[in-house]
Structure formats: C-alpha cells, structure tokens
C-alpha cells in the first residue's frame, strides 16, 4: 500500500480558507468512507478533526469540513486563524483492515 | 475521557527489540481497535499495526515481519514489539484508540536505535 500524496505546504491569511488536497486510489479513498483528518503542532500528537469523510468530532470548530470526490479527500479550514498553523494529515481505510496515511501538509498562516 | 500513556526504552541498539507499552485509563478496551503509529523525525505518521479488543491483530505489510502486538487486558495495556531494528526505526512511537477515527491518543515516545 501506497501513502496517499498530500501537497507538502499551503498557506493562507488570517480570516481566509484553504483546502488541502489528499490522493489516493480505489483501492483506499475512492473505495470507501473512511477518510479521517489530523492536526499536529510541533512536538505534539495529532488530533483528529474530521472522521469518515465529513464528520466533526465534539470540539471541532465548523471552520473545519471535510469532503470527497473520486480518489480524492479535502480539508477546507475557513475563517484561518494563527493556531490553525500545524501540520495536517490525512488517513483512509485501504482494506484488509489495513489503514494509510497522507505524507502530510505544513499549513502556513501568513 | 480515555486517556493513553505510553512507556518504554528511549534507546535501543540496532538489531535488538524494540519494547513499548501503552496504558489505558478512564475508559473500557471492549470495542474498540488499539493501534501503533509511529513518526520518523520530520517525516509523515505511518500506521504499524492494531489489536482489536477480542485479540484479532493487523500490521502494516512492510513491517508485518517484524512486529508484534499484543494485550493484557487485567492491566489495561497493550504492547508493541518490533524486531531486528536498524536506524530506520527511530520515531516517536504513538498508540492511539480507533472505531472509525483514531480518536484519542498517547503523548508519544522518542525511540532511538543507535549503539
């Protein structure tokens, strides 16, 4: 199994969205609804802010959504604010009760 | 709130095992999948491997000879051993609680393999 291909930086401005792309296959994302979506600042374990594709976790702004299309999974963050500045992953069942992860996106906040 | 804490070696030589345990507290083990992940520094998660709470394991394919995860369910813990380890193996390790999302996990564990 293959990680699935996040771009490694976004960035935006306070106040504005951005997305943040996750790709896999059929054999992962496009094959099932199980994409998940952690933020990690440095030195810290992730945390999860959306679950099987777009659902929020209790304590999750609604700045943050998740969606999907084909093979591929977004993460829009809205309404950027300075402690949105971490870094993001993304993760997908690929079947046979095996996960994966996206390499990861730095999310700048200019 | 379940809440993971995760102990072990901080240094390993290379070709020894690698031994960490993973202690749950403020909730039950039933139902729920006990996973390894691991961060290589400055580099991206890479999910090693779960026990779910009946026994049943799963491992990443690329790692599935090398590891082993098991249960004690009288101490609320589960464990992580991965064999043979080599410089590649240096990460903070994380163990986390999954259904459908890993929602909640461990502080993580800087593990480095050097003589």
């Known amino acids: 199994q293959s990680a699935l291909t996040q771009p490694p930086s976004a960035s935006g401005s306070p106040g504005q969205s951005v997305t943040i792309s996750c790709t896999g296959t059929s054999s992962d994302v496009g094959g099932y609804n199980y994409v998940s979506w952690y933020q990690q600042h440095p030195g810290k374990a992730p945390k999860l802010m959306i679950y099987?594709?777009?659902k929020r976790p209790s304590g999750v702004p609604d700045r943050f959504s998740g969606s999907k299309s084909g093979n591929t999974a977004s993460l829009t963050v809205s309404g950027l604010q300075a402690d949105d500045e971490a870094d993001y992953y993304c993760?997908?069942?690929?079947?046979?009760?095996?996960?994966?992860f996206g390499g990861g996106t730095k999310l700048t906040v200019l | 709130q379940v809440q993971l804490q995760v102990s072990g070696p901080g240094l390993v030589k290379p070709s020894e095992t690698l031994s960490l345990t993973c202690t749950v507290s403020g909730g039950s083990t039933s139902g729920y999948y006990w996973t390894w992940i691991r961060q290589p520094p400055g580099k991206g998660l890479e999910w090693i491997g779960y026990?779910?709470?009946?026994?049943?394991?799963n491992y990443n394919p690329s790692l599935k000879s090398r590891v082993t995860i098991s249960a004690d369910t009288s101490k609320n813990q589960f464990s992580l051993k991965v064999t043979s380890v080599t410089a590649a193996d240096t990460a903070v390790y994380y163990c986390a609680k999954n259904k459908v999302a890993f929602d909640s996990w461990g502080q993580g564990t800087l593990v480095t393999v050097s003589s």
């Open positions: 099987e594709v777009s």
């Open positions: 026990i779910y709470y009946s026994g049943n394991t």
């Open positions: 993760n997908s069942y690929a079947g046979s009760n095996n996960v994966v």
